[in-house]
C-alpha cells in the first residue's frame, strides 16, 4: 500500500479528497490543514504521496513542498488548488511537486492525478 497524506485548510477539501482516493492503492495516514502541521504528520507518518494546497495559514504549499522534498526527494506531491496562476504553479513543480489539479475537481481528476505520479 502506498501511504496517502492530504493537506489542505479546507476539511471539505480534505474530506473529499478522503473519500475519493483509491483504496485499494492508497492508505490514508493522515490530514493536516496547513503546512507547520503537515511537517509534523510527515516526521510521523513518512508518506509517499502528499496531496498539497498552495495556499493555507502559517506554512504556504509552496514552502512546505521546499520542506518535505529536502527531507525526503522521493516523496511524490500532487498539488490540488483553486489558484489559476500558471507562475504558481510552474514554481510548485520547480520546487518538486508531481503533478498539478485545479479545484474543484472530480472523483475521477483526483484518481487520474494520483495513478499518473505513482506511475511516473
Not at 500500500?1 to 471539505?12: F, G, N, Q, T, Y
Not at 510527515?42 to 495559514?57: E, G, K, Q, S, Y
Not at 504556504?60 to 507562475?87: F, H, K, M, W
Request: charged share 25%.
Amino acid at each position: 500500500m502506498i501511504k496517502l497524506m492530504i493537506v489542505d485548510d479546507s476539511r471539505l477539501i480534505r474530506r473529499k479528497i478522503g473519500r475519493e482516493y483509491d483504496s485499494t492503492t492508497f492508505s490514508l495516514v493522515g490530514m493536516a490543514e496547513n503546512g507547520v502541521d503537515a511537517l509534523k504528520l510527515f516526521a510521523r507518518t513518512r508518506p509517499d504521496v502528499v496531496t498539497m494546497d498552495l495556499t493555507m495559514p502559517e506554512l504556504d504549499g509552496i514552502a512546505c513542498i521546499e520542506q518535505l522534498i529536502a527531507r525526503d526527494p522521493s516523496i511524490r506531491i500532487l498539488v490540488v488548488s483553486a489558484l489559476n496562476d500558471t507562475a504558481t504553479g510552474i514554481e510548485a513543480v520547480e520546487k518538486g511537486a508531481m503533478g498539478f489539479i485545479n479545484k474543484p475537481f472530480t472523483s475521477a481528476d483526483i484518481k487520474a492525478a494520483l495513478t499518473e505520479i505513482i506511475n511516473d
